[in-house]
């Protein structure tokens, strides 16, 4: 056989030629982004190891979709991931998506001890409907949303949120509290007491100082006498019949509409309004609704999460904030220390 001259390169082989092109294709397509977004991001990158082998993969969570009338089975590392991207903003500071971890993660835990009833009727835990649980969206609906290098951005943070609190959840009396979070709030959170009647000691009212300056804390939407009629299953012909019931707090509590009579949340969720704390201006043939704040009102306003955040808060100082009281436990139940109960 004859050998190369010094100005010959050996003929690569048809099989290394193949390894050569699979890596350097690993490299630009996976590789390549990655360092991309830790350049920019410059916050930890997740460990797919640790990810992959992490007890919130090793436990699962039965989500039924009603739309769909089945029930799907999640590792609760992507359940969560699919909260934070439907939940969160894309540019939300590290320690907000922390702290919403690990409130996620509480909601999940206790959901699946105990699931609501619709969930419990079909064999799962939660549903996937976000006027009864956390919403959802998986990772191809977030690079549909905002485009897919902002969207390889955010996954990889919540990724990154997700595993520095790995099996961290929230606890009062050694049981997993209820975690809710709002988008944004009005300004300041509700009470358990005004919510439900129960005064629940970690769900208090909290000032949002954030929330309150935000312009996405109010909203407009106006509606047609037919798209009411719609809507709501009724045969209006005009909004003469229309009260409404308010709570001391603000939020509505009772909704009359001709014949019918329904709780603020349902008549929010009918009109799928961002929330059941509203005004309304009742025109003959048609009524304009503003909404103040997005969300139940309840728990951990996100959006005011963010701010703090962005002030130098950590994650513990920012779910002690929201949720006086409740300690930082493991998962497997054993009780943990208390959360820092100042600022940073």
């Not at 990655?34 to 190891?49: E, Q, T, W, Y």
């Not at 976000?130 to 919540?158: K, W």
């Not at 703090?308 to 779910?319: P, Y």
């Amino acid at each position: 056989m004859s050998q190369p001259t010094p100005h010959q390169q050996p003929v690569t082989s048809g099989p290394l030629q193949f390894a050569v092109r699979v890596g350097l294709a690993f490299i630009v397509m996976v590789l390549l982004p990655i360092g991309i977004g830790k350049l920019f991001l410059r916050s930890p990158m997740p460990n797919v190891a640790a990810w992959i082998q992490s007890p919130d993969a090793t436990t699962d969570i039965r989500v039924y979709d009603p739309s769909q009338n089945q029930v799907s089975t999640l590792p609760l590392n992507t359940y969560m991931l699919e909260v934070l991207s439907a939940e969160c903003s894309p540019d939300a500071p590290l320690a907000s998506l922390e702290a919403a971890a690990v409130a996620t993660r509480t909601y999940a835990q206790r959901a699946i001890a105990s699931p609501a009833p619709l969930a419990r009727k079909y064999g799962a835990d939660v549903t996937d409907d976000p006027s009864l649980d956390l919403p959802l969206v998986t990772e191809d609906e977030l690079e549909s949303a905002i485009g897919t290098s902002r969207a390889l951005a955010c996954i990889t943070r919540i990724q990154t949120a997700i595993e520095m609190t790995a099996g961290r959840i929230l606890t009062f009396n050694q049981q997993p509290i209820l975690a809710f979070m709002c988008a944004i709030s009005t300004g300041r959170t509700r009470t358990g007491l005004a919510a439900f009647g129960q005064a629940i000691p970690y769900l208090q009212a909290v000032a949002c100082p954030d929330d309150e300056a935000s312009p996405s804390e109010t909203a407009t939407n106006t509606f047609s006498i037919p798209a009411l009629n719609q809507a709501l299953g009724t045969n209006l012909s005009s909004t003469r019949s229309f009260q409404l019931q308010r709570g001391a707090d603000g939020f509505v509590t009772a909704v009359h509409v001709g014949s019918k009579t329904m709780t603020g949340q349902s008549f929010a969720n009918l009109l799928q309004l961002p929330s059941s704390d509203f005004v309304w201006h009742l025109a003959p043939d048609a009524v304009s609704i503003t909404t103040y704040g997005r969300g139940s009102d309840l728990g951990m306003s996100l959006h005011e999460a963010s701010a703090l955040a962005a002030k130098g808060w950590t994650w513990q100082a920012i779910l002690s904030h929201f949720y006086p009281g409740a300690k930082l436990s493991q998962a497997s139940g054993d009780i943990g220390y208390h959360l820092e109960e100042k600022g940073k």
